[in-house]
């Protein structure tokens, strides 16, 4: 069992930065995409960025552009987030997710996990 764990996440004024981490015990993917997104309260979980072992080919929602950057250090299977420029609007639980083909002993199988979350609060 995968776990992500989460970390960074505090309160910011508007305009501030926070960087996000993601750790995993273990990382055995062999295609994944990894992602991050959020939640805020009263909220559905919205995508927030991806990134993927494929080529590296990185993808932001609208709100995100500009902003945000995700990126990845292969050495030791960290996801990272770096937001700028943050909002009220940006207030919000910040999940990792990891999506993909993992090797098990048993043979390879499609697996979908999350980190706990950080909450990030962005005042005016």
């Known amino acids: 069992q995968v776990q992500l764990w989460e970390s960074g996440g505090g309160l910011v004024q508007s305009g501030g930065s926070l960087r996000l981490s993601c750790a995993a015990s273990?990382?055995?993917?062999?295609?994944?995409?990894q992602s991050w997104y959020r939640q805020a309260p009263g909220k559905e979980r919205e995508l927030v960025a991806s990134?993927?072992?494929?080529?590296?080919?990185?993808n932001y929602a609208d709100s995100a552009k500009g902003r945000f950057t995700i990126s990845r250090d292969n050495a030791d299977n960290t996801l990272w987030l770096q937001m700028n420029n943050l909002k009220p609007e940006d207030t919000a639980v910040y999940y990792c997710?990891?999506?993909?083909?993992?090797?098990?002993?048993?043979?390879?199988?499609?697996?979908?996990?999350w980190g706990q979350g950080t909450q990030v609060t962005v005042s005016s």
């Open positions: 997710n990891a999506r993909g083909l993992y090797l098990f002993n048993s043979g390879p199988q499609m697996r979908d996990y």
């Open positions: 990134i993927s072992n494929g080529g590296g080919g990185t």
């Open positions: 273990e990382f055995r993917f062999s295609a994944y995409v």
